[in-house]
């Protein structure tokens, strides 16, 4: 799953990790990765670990598993269709980021 930015990373797998616990004990269970650069390696690494037996694994980055990363076993990707951006503004002199659409040669390497 493609997402923006940190804090949407974090809130939407606090939120796929709180409707999980209403999964019944004896159906597949759910492991949510979040996947960021601000993350320490062993964090980052955990996405390349396999999923335990009857556990589907769900990976929630920023654009930083667009083109550096590859996980095997992906069955599904979900993308918001943005990123954020550094954008520098020469009036106000100020560096921003700013969420924009990506390319469609980005959507395709997602």
């Known amino acids: 799953m493609f997402l ?3 804090q949407e990373i974090n809130d939407t797998c606090d939120r796929l990790e709180e409707e999980a616990q209403s999964f019944p004990a004896d159906k597949q269970k759910l492991l ?3 996947l960021y650069s601000a993350l320490s390696p062993d964090q980052q690494q955990a996405v390349f670990e396999p999923a335990p037996e009857n556990t589907r694994k769900v ?3 920023t654009n930083i598993a667009e083109a ?3 996980i095997n ?3 599904f990707v979900i993308d918001c269709g943005f990123c954020k951006q550094k954008v520098f503004d020469p ?3 100020i560096e921003s980021l700013v969420v ?3 390319s469609q040669a980005s959507a395709t390497q997602r």
Do not use: F
């Open 32 to 34: 949510v990765l979040p």
């Open 59 to 61: 990976v929630v980055a």
């Open 100 to 102: 924009t659409p990506i």
């Open 91 to 93: 009036k106000s002199r």
């Open 68 to 70: 550096s990363v590859t």
């Open 4 to 6: 923006t930015g940190e």
């Open 73 to 75: 076993g992906v069955v």
